[in-house]
Every structure is written in C-alpha cells, then in structure tokens.
C-alpha cells in the first residue's frame, strides 16, 4: 500500500463521517427515556436470570453436603 492511496483512503473516511455527522439528529426527550427504560428492564431481566442461577447453584451445593 503506498502513502498517496491511504491518504486518499483517509480523506474518503473524513468526507464519509462528516456526511453521517450531518445526517444525524439529537434524539429528544422521549428516544432516550425509551432507551433508558430498555436499558433498565435488560439489566433487570439480566440480573433475575443471574438471582436464579445463583439459588439453583446453591441449593444443589446444599445437596450435596447433606
């Protein structure tokens, strides 16, 4: 690769982040309280998943002391 084609790749990238750059809009109020509560409810769902696992291990560890 030589220095005149990565300089033409890097001003391509340049004009193509700028363009995207333009095109894209704060979100308002509602977007993000949306994301917020899909935020909220994954991370919820996450740790009841991780709660279960956790009495299901340590009823099985308590099994096996018995």
Sequence with gaps: MSIDS??????SFYKKAIRILKLAKKPDRSEVFLVIKITTAGMAILGLIAYIIRLVLYGVILQNQM
């Design 6 to 11: 990565s300089r033409i790749g890097t001003a």
